[in-house]
């Protein structure tokens, strides 16, 4: 006997043009983001720890992390609300930090929708909500 399709099997929930509902659990989303920005952090590895390396570096993950808001993996009425991306001197790095070659990354995601009303619009968001991210790459200098 042929297996009944579930009454939701191909539907995809959306929030609006560009963004759906993942299914995906939170866990799996952050342990994925992690690897993924670890992977990102790694092209500019042997670059020299400068302005164009932090620019390089964050718009890389600011893509990549619009392309998850937009699979539904990031909450938030905007992709402002959903992630943020910080790096370089003044901003995650001291002027040490740069002369000892680390760079450091910071990140924040939004990844539960506890606040976020099923129209998708956030409500209420606060810094506590956000998952918090920190990469460091590089303890040589360059």
């Known amino acids: 006997m042929p297996e009944t399709?579930?009454?939701?099997?191909?539907?995809?929930?959306?929030?609006?043009d560009t963004q759906v509902v993942?299914?995906?659990?939170?866990?799996?989303?952050?342990?994925?983001?992690?690897a993924d920005v670890q992977r990102?952090?790694?092209?500019?590895?042997?670059?020299?720890?400068n302005q164009t390396r932090w620019q390089v570096t964050k718009s890389g993950i600011s893509s990549?992390?619009?392309?998850?808001?937009?699979?539904?993996?990031?909450?938030?009425?905007?992709?402002?609300?959903?992630?943020?991306?910080?790096?370089?001197?003044?901003a995650t790095m001291t002027e040490q930090d740069v002369a000892e070659g680390r760079m450091i990354v910071e990140l924040g995601v939004l990844l539960?929708?506890?606040d976020v009303q099923p129209s998708g619009r956030a409500v209420g968001i606060k810094?506590?909500?956000?998952?918090?991210?920190t990469f460091t790459e590089g303890t040589g200098a360059d």
């Open 22 to 34: 993942s299914e995906t659990t939170p866990d799996e989303i952050l342990a994925s983001i992690k």
């Open 64 to 90: 990549y992390l619009q392309q998850r808001y937009r699979q539904g993996d990031l909450h938030g009425e905007t992709s402002d609300q959903a992630y943020w991306v910080k790096v370089g001197l003044g």
């Open 5 to 16: 399709p579930s009454p939701t099997e191909g539907v995809t929930s959306e929030l609006s």
């Open 112 to 114: 539960t929708a506890a």
């Open 127 to 133: 810094p506590s909500d956000y998952t918090t991210l």
């Open 40 to 49: 990102i952090i790694a092209t500019t590895a042997f670059e020299p720890n």
